[in-house]
């Protein structure tokens, strides 16, 4: 099992960076793919950036893709997402969320993943 905690959301300008940090517990998170995922009021979750087991492959949404940097560092369980040139369209809660069973192929729909953080929220300000 692994508990996730997300942290380092808050309110920013465009244009300005954000890191956002998880913080799992449980020694499954070492097999575990890591995801972000973010959703906006009125919206639907959606898939932000993904990292493998190893952490040698990551995946992300066009529409953070040379922007937002996902690693994770196996010595302190967490996994992190670096946030630069935020965008107004950025404005959302992040989630952090794992899948235990499988890395290949990277998946990007929320029903694959098996647990969730609460989330932290960005606001990016234009």
């Known amino acids: 099992q692994v508990q996730l905690v997300e942290s380092g959301g808050g309110l920013v300008q465009a244009g300005d960076s954000l890191r956002l940090s998880c913080a799992a517990s449980?020694?499954?998170?070492?097999?575990?793919?890591m995801a972000w995922f973010r959703q906006a009021p009125g919206k639907e979750r959606e898939f932000v950036a993904v990292i493998d087991r190893t952490g040698s492959r990551t995946y992300y949404a066009d529409s953070v893709k040379g922007r937002f940097t996902i690693s994770r560092d196996h010595a302190k369980n967490t996994v992190a997402l670096q946030m630069n040139s935020l965008k107004p369209e950025d404005t959302a809660v992040y989630y952090c969320?794992?899948?235990?069973?499988?890395?290949?192929?990277?998946?990007?729909?929320?029903?694959?993943?098996?647990?969730w953080g609460q989330g932290t929220q960005v606001t990016v300000s234009s």
């Open positions: 449980g020694r499954s998170f070492r097999n575990a793919a």
């Open positions: 969320a794992a899948r235990l069973i499988g890395d290949i192929p990277l998946r990007v729909r929320s029903s694959d993943y098996d647990y």
